[in-house]
């Protein structure tokens, strides 16, 4: 070999080894740089959520309960044993018996009509050994928050909702309680809430798992045989009371909604149960059946609409024990009961108790039902020790004792107990009180609820400083200063907090709270000690000036604007989903101007075409929906599990992966990894649409035809839908993750000339967001599995919507722009309504908790309620990294492109920082409305979570682990870094 074949080997070996040294401290510095950010970033997530802490423990409010006890030696209960009318009491709560489902309609051809009929017919039949009334309920409509106001006859509040899946013992003064302390014997049967909840006062239970929605019959049947034998003769000495909680036709409401057969034949089920209870009963036994809250139209609870709130509540004995009022047409049964007359749920607990011969709870707040007492001089009686019982409590709260008004009601009641206007006086006190008592227990902690918002509003500032007004060139020497100021201020702010919370115990604040109010504090100094020994306020605002400029910047604001803007407003947040695709509208017809004035032809055409891509993926989007009570008639649902969407599945199992081989071709990137990524991608959404197809032929095998179909074992499908489930699931969450670590990049090499050995790597000038994207893929596969077939479609349209948006940054050349980040945070919004989401409780997927398992399993029913709640934020918040690194090469500068990415991620953080604090700031200027249990505290609650996934999400993948490992991986490879 001559010379200089060897100088010129040596001169490339040199060469490689210069480019592999250099590589190496560009991944050195990189890896620090990764540390950095993710500790400023978890910074700020333990900032705001510290916030939302505080927001929420002053808006989310819980009563004031005395520990007081009522006892039979009590003053005001002298001579009560006389209205005691019966020695025994058999209690039946049917869940979710709406009173629609208990009167009959000859004209309606609905399901869940005219097939409990016994109550009515009996109540017709013998008006005065029967009473059946509108029992209604009081918001949140959950299970757990209806059992406490049946046992207590107090009100619940909104926070409650909170613990409906965590009950602990009442220790509150209660029905049951009271029942064990005065020798009454209780045995219960049924949903075990009441085993958490009165556990130590039951003398005999049979609890069954309660929160299993799929399963209709388990609890049911339990109930049915164990009542068989208790009810029998020689068997009914071991018990006075005998409860059983049924939920079949809750679960059945769940599962399919109130208009399916299945209900019909759960109905029918109660009926022929409530026979056997009154063929087996004797004369001294008293037979109450209620429903413990309505449904909605989607058989769901947990709001304030009429069907959730109406309830039935039936008392029977085989003695004439009961009278009806004279006014008949209040049980006018038409118009399904409209005008029948109606109760509240707690007024059962009075009525209970004194017809058993048992002090009324301590807390309680309701009234007698007239009707049932035998005379109307009974009903007065039972009144007027309700009267004194009301007050009696009124006296011993502070809060309530020094109300004038009610006062003076009470004291005119008190003065007319002989008198004929008796009764009327006692209502109105009744009322009056009741409806002073929930004024006030709306009053709020006004002191950390403006804490909470000062936080977050601080962090905004961090944000907007730190990742938009500062040049992303200095952003790694400033991490490096503000990372051990975080340290050092949080140490010594929390170390301060606490002594000042030893040694001072303020009352409005325990210790727990002043050490995080401590450590919010230190984050928030520790960002600004550095930036403000460095900047002067005077070059950020110019620099805020400078930054923040040019059209597509203003664009951005004005979008941001109108969505923070919304809930000002209670009809505009109700409406929330259309808003936001008219925003995305009109991003669309913006950019297609923008696309015209493009220098090529080439963008021209390409950036019109995606814009309007994006545009009509928008509007079949909106076509999703699933509608909140408040939009009425205006909305139509359309997000059933039916024949059609499952064929449409399959049909997507091929268009999917087609549409991303596509966007690949543009730009050669379909390479290496990517084919084999799309094929398991195709494999796994095939494998979700036969899981899916099994799931609705589970649900429907009774109404097929074919008889080959109905000899099918349901228990077989039910096997195979499981383990398909859970292969699907281990396979997208952790397989697929770990392969792609470890996989190589899309990238490919394609010989030109093999003399001269001249190589082309197609994929090059996409090798960050091909990579990239298959990530996307898994994230992709794992939430579709949770998701049901029409919100599947929905995250079609999404993905397909960001890969048409992030084609659009590279035309318009927006890639640091503010438009990126902003509409990338409204795609996420907008895809949470489209895959069948509203801001309610009740909008909550719970059946899905139950995909991978029978009963409630911790960590496998919770991971997919939370996949399929937060799916679109999952996708949008993971996919903001595209919008830096797509259609870009290997970066000459892999820090700078990581600072890219970083900031990025940091304004699509403030962009929902904002959002999340307009949500706070309105839901306390309307703490007074209306609706601000329906409506302004919901969308607080999913904003705040929201908040936090997107914290999450952003640490654990754009920040923390993705983008630095992707950025080292291709810099090893290429060797660049300058």
Known sequence: MSDESHLEEHIKEKRSVRMRTRALVWNSRLCVMAVLCTVIFVSIAVLQCIGIAFFTKGFLLSRQVLDNYSTVADDIYEGAS???????????????????????????????????????????????????????????????????????????????????????????????????????????????????????????????????????????????????????????????????????????GHRYGPDHYAMAEKQQQMDSFLQSI???????????????????????????????????????S???????????????????????????????????????????????????????????????????????????????????????????????AQESC????????????????????????????????VVGIVLIFLSIIILIVYFKMIPSVVMTQLSEEIVPSIIAMTSLLTVIAISISLILKPSFMTLPWCTML?????????????????????????????????????????????????????????????????????????????????????????????????????????????????????????????????????????VFPSIIKAFYDISGSYQSAAPTWNRVFRLILLSIALYWGLEWFERHQYELTYDFVKRISLSSVHTTKFTLARIIAGTTLVAANVGWSRGPLCVGLDVKNRETKEVVILGYQNVYGSQYFLLMMNIIASVMLFTKPMGQFAIFLMVYQLLSFVELVDILEIRSNLISPVIVGLLGWFYFFSTGHQ???????????????????????????????FASFLIATAAIALVTIWKIPPSTKPVALYAKI?????????????????????????????????????????????????????????????????????NRIFGKGS
């Open 82 to 252: 006389s209205l005691r009318n019966f020695d025994k009491a058999i209690v039946v709560i049917i869940d979710a018996l709406r009173f629609d489902f208990v009167i009959p309609d000859e004209g309606s051809s609905k399901p869940y009509h005219n097939n409990i009929r016994l109550p009515y017919e009996l109540t017709q039949q013998y008006p005065e050994n029967s009473v059946l009334l509108k029992f209604m309920a009081d918001p949140p409509t959950t299970t757990l928050q209806r059992l406490k106001g049946l046992t207590t006859g107090s009100l619940p509040t909104f926070v409650d909702a909170g613990s409906n899946f965590d009950g602990d013992v009442i220790e509150e003064d209660n029905l049951i309680k009271q029942l064990y302390h005065n020798n009454r014997s209780i045995t219960f049967v049924g949903d075990d809430t009441w085993k958490a909840l009165f556990g130590p006062f039951l003398n005999t239970s049979y609890p069954y798992d309660s929160l299993n929605v799929w399963d209709l019959h388990t609890v049911d049947n339990g109930v049915i045989d164990h009542f068989g034998p208790l009810l029998q003769s020689e068997q009914q000495k071991s018990w006075d009371v005998l409860i059983g909680h049924l939920l079949g036709v809750d679960h059945c």
């Open 278 to 316: 009154v063929d087996s009963m004797d004369d001294d036994t008293l037979l109450i059946v209620l429903g413990d809250h309505g449904m909605d139209r989607t058989g769901n609870h947990g709001g304030d609409s009429a069907e959730e709130l109406e309830a039935a509540l039936w008392l029977y």
């Open 839 to 869: 801001a309610t409780i009740a909008s909550i997927q719970w059946e899905l908790g139950f995909t991978l398992v029978d009963t409630i399993v911790f960590p496998f029913s919770h991971i997919p309620i939370f996949l399929n709640t």
């Open 518 to 654: 401590g450590a919010a504090l230190g984050i928030v100094f520790g960002f600004a000690v550095p930036i403000f020994d460095r900047y002067s306020w005077i070059w950020l605002f110019y620099s805020f000036l400078d930054r923040f400029g040019g059209f597509w910047t203003l664009v951005a604001l004005f979008f941001s604007f109108l969505h923070l803007a919304i809930f000002a407003s209670n009809s505009f947040t109700i409406w929330e989903d259309r808003i936001l695709g008219y925003l995305l509208t009109t991003f669309g017809i913006l950019a297609a101007w923008k696309s015209s004035l493009a220098d090529s032809s080439v963008k021209r055409i390409m950036g019109i075409y995606h814009s309007v891509s994006f545009m009509v993926i928008t509007r079949l989007a909106s076509l999703i929906t699933i509608c909140r009570e408040e939009q009425g008639t205006m909305c139509t649902p359309n997000y059933d599990v039916s024949s059609w969407t499952i064929v449409m599945l399959f049909i997507q199992t091929f």
């Open 902 to 970: 970083i900031e990025n991620c940091g304004t699509l953080l403030a962009y929902q920082s904002v959002i999340t604090l307009s949500t706070l700031i309105f839901a306390t200027v309307f703490r007074r409305h209306l609706m601000v249990w329906k409506i302004f505290a919901p969308r607080f609650m999913i904003a705040g979570l929201v908040q936090i996934v997107v914290n999450v999400v952003l640490i654990l993948i754009p920040v923390g682990f993705a983008s630095g490992k992707l950025i080292i991986q291709i």
């Open 318 to 412: 085989k003695k004439r024990a009961f009278h009806q009022l004279q006014n008949q047409d209040s049980y006018d049964i038409r118009r399904n009961g409209a005008n029948y007359r109606k109760v509240n749920q707690i007024d059962l607990v009075p009525t209970f108790s004194l017809l058993l011969g048992i002090p009324v709870p301590f807390n309680n707040l309701g009234a007698p039902i007239e009707e049932a007492f035998a005379e109307s001089s009974l009903y007065l009686k039972a009144a007027k020790y309700t009267l004194e019982q009301i007050h009696r409590y009124r006296q011993h709260s502070t809060s309530l004792m020094d109300d004038e008004l009610i006062n003076s009601k009470f004291k005119q």
């Open 418 to 449: 002989t008198d004929e206007n008796f009764s009327q006086l006692f209502q109105d006190y009744q009322n009056a009180s009741l409806e002073r008592c929930k004024d006030l227990w709306a009053r709020f902690d006004m002191i950390s609820i």
